[in-house]
């Protein structure tokens, strides 16, 4: 019984299963147990001395007197103690049971945990009591956290209350203010109506505006279409006038050139021809000489008389000659002054001609860069329309655009019209309702009030069984 | 602080685990496993007080199947010791295997208590209690003994 008893004191720290059987673990098997065995003991050690065959020369009281008595008093002392050391077992725990249920008895639920040392019934009693305890101090712990929370919460619902009061007078003025914004605002929503048709007839007509803006901008179109077709015709016109003007400077320059090739000619003639009327003047010179020469001959051929006479003839011949040279050579002077003449006046109709060719050549060069210059303007003007092909291309879709955002504004503007009807109507119900809801703040004012009071009762109901439960319970 | 709470804070000592199986149980048990031999003994020498054969007695101690049974039934606890003090010291492993080793140890002890009576009783009958007979009695302790654990 020692053995057991350490054996559980030192397996206090496991746990018990409370749900398992004891088996023969329970107290009354023990209890039978010590019991059964100490009364056959005692009966047999009193009988073994009786029926012992080296005491069969004894009387039965010596036997009594001097084995059994002895025998039984031994065994008996030995059962005593046994069942001392058991019941002063379950007497302990019996004593702490009782101390812990003085403990309950005053409310003081601190420290109330028992240790388990035995593993059968009252091990099972005290941990289904320390159990108890647990839960208990956690009921306890709960209900002093609720009871303080519904102490804050009884405050903060009269705080609440009275503030409800507050705010609901505060709603009513509110609600009449609300009354008169939303009257006012129902005459704002059939002025919007009003104005709403205005925007939708105005909308129509830009509409109609976007219509012609667009068909006047495909005209615009077509015409700057035309345009550009013309400035690009024009174009190639001027680009052909640039070739002719080319080849025209060009063809001017090599007259110009022939002119001057002619002019230098025609110096050179006259050059020459200067020469021809000097040898025109030595012929003279030469047949006056010759003339003169003749003249002086016949004169000798005179002189020489007969015999001269063929000399004379030939004197005579030679200045018929002569004078026939001069003739001759006055006709041929006469007709290089003339041909002089010619050639200064196809010199001076020359110099005018170059001088008109380059005249012509400065204003064919005008002409090349006045073309040049028109080219030049004609693209600016055909990148120009190109530009405003592409800002009417541009303006086409933001007509389209605009068409579509006129559309989608009637339609919208439509809408609104139907919304604003209904918000009008709306705003008839809101106006109904608020009068009910006036009317349910007046209730609610009254119940309020009621409320407050109950509230009230509650917080003087709560406080006393705080202050109870407080001084009654410790945990 | 009264009795009471005294043997509550004591008891609060016990159910803080050791760091070691204690040797006083050890010691416990085999108290118990061999408490029955100078207990029949004792027995035998009063019931037979005046009377020569005691002689008996000393053959019987002294024989060799007297001492290997001793020593079996001194063995046996040592082999219960090493084996259950692991399961109990790891109890946190298993504490409901724990729990039942600690109920079969107890229910255990019941068996050699009871046949120790036996025992006793059989010597003070007949002193001529042979050999075989202490064998049977201690075979029955252990087998009784295994079959519980």
């Not at chain 1, 329970?26 to 029926?51: F, N």
């Not at chain 1, 005593?80 to 050391?85: E, H, P, S, Y």
């Not at chain 1, 405003?388 to 809408?415: F, W």
């Amino acid at each position: 019984m020692l053995f057991v008893k350490k054996m559980e004191q030192f397996c206090a720290f496991i746990p018990i299963d409370v749900d398992a059987s004891l088996g023969s673990a329970r107290l009354s098997i023990r209890i039978y147990a010590i019991i059964i065995m100490s009364l056959i003991s005692v009966s047999v050690v009193s009988v073994i001395p009786y029926i012992s065959p080296t005491n069969t020369n004894k009387t039965p009281h010596q036997i009594f007197m001097i084995n059994s008595l002895p025998l039984a008093v031994i065994c008996l002392s030995m059962t005593i103690f046994a069942i001392l050391i058991f019941v002063s077992q379950l007497f302990e725990q019996i004593d702490m049971m009782e101390n812990r249920m003085q403990k309950l008895q005053k409310g003081d639920y601190r420290d109330l945990k028992l240790p388990v040392t035995t593993r059968d019934e009252f091990g099972k009693l005290i941990t289904n009591f320390n159990q108890f305890a647990d839960e208990s101090v956690n009921i306890f712990t709960l209900m002093f956290d609720a009871m303080g929370k519904s102490q804050d919460v009884s405050d903060n619902l009269m705080k609440g209350t009275g503030e409800t009061a507050l705010s609901i007078f505060q709603i009513t003025e509110k609600i009449n203010m609300i009354h008169s914004d939303v009257d006012r605002q129902t005459q704002s929503i059939l002025q919007t109506q009003t104005t709403l048709e205005q925007v939708v007839n105005n909308i129509q007509n830009l509409d109609r505006g976007i219509d012609t803006h667009a068909v006047s901008v495909n005209e615009s179109a077509s015409s700057v279409g035309e345009m550009i077709a013309n400035i690009k015709s024009v174009t190639n016109v001027l680009e052909q006038n640039s070739q002719s003007i080319a080849n025209l400077e060009e063809e001017t320059k090599n007259a110009g050139d022939a002119i001057l090739a002619a002019l230098s000619m025609t110096d050179q003639i006259a050059t020459a021809s200067d020469g021809l009327l000097e040898a025109s003047d030595v012929i003279q010179n030469i047949a006056s000489q010759t003339n003169l020469l003749a003249m002086n001959a016949a004169i000798e051929a005179a002189h020489a008389g007969e015999y001269g006479k063929g000399f004379a003839v030939v004197a005579d011949e030679i200045r018929k000659l002569a004078e026939e040279a001069g003739a001759q050579g006055k006709s041929i002077s006469q007709v290089l002054e003339s041909l002089k003449g010619q050639i200064d006046q196809v010199q001076k109709e020359s110099d005018r001609v170059k001088t008109r060719f380059s005249h012509m050549s400065a204003m064919t060069t005008t002409v090349r860069e006045q073309e040049a210059v028109i080219m030049s303007a004609m693209h600016e003007q055909s990148e120009g329309n190109a530009q405003v092909m592409k800002a009417i291309k541009n303006m086409t879709d933001v007509t389209q655009k605009i068409k579509v955002g006129s559309d989608e504004m009637l339609a919208g503007s439509e809408v609104i019209q139907k919304e604003m009807i209904a918000l009008g109507e709306v705003s008839e119900k809101i106006f109904k309702n608020l009068q009910q809801i006036n009317e349910g703040a007046r209730q609610i004012n009254i119940t309020t009030q009621s409320l407050s009071e109950l509230g009230a009762k509650n917080k003087e109901t709560l406080d006393n069984m705080v202050a109870k439960t407080e001084s009654s319970i410790k945990i | 602080m009264n009795k009471v709470e005294k043997n509550i804070e004591k008891a609060f000592t016990y159910a803080k685990q050791p760091e070691k199986f204690p040797i006083s149980l050890l010691f416990l048990d085999l108290f118990g496993h061999l408490f029955w031999i100078p207990g029949a003994i004792a027995l035998a020498l009063i019931s037979t007080i005046g009377s020569p054969p005691n002689y008996l007695v000393a053959a019987t101690v002294k024989s060799a199947s007297f001492i290997v049974v001793t020593c079996i039934l001194a063995i046996l606890p040592v082999i219960k010791y090493r084996i259950y003090s692991r399961v109990i010291m790891n109890w946190k492993e298993d504490w409901k295997k724990a729990g039942d080793v600690v109920a079969k140890i107890k229910r255990m002890f019941l068996i050699p208590i009871f046949l120790s009576i036996l025992a006793v009783v059989a010597f003070a009958i007949e002193l001529k209690l042979g050999f075989a007979d202490v064998l049977l009695v201690s075979i029955i302790v252990i087998s009784a003994e295994i079959i519980i654990g």
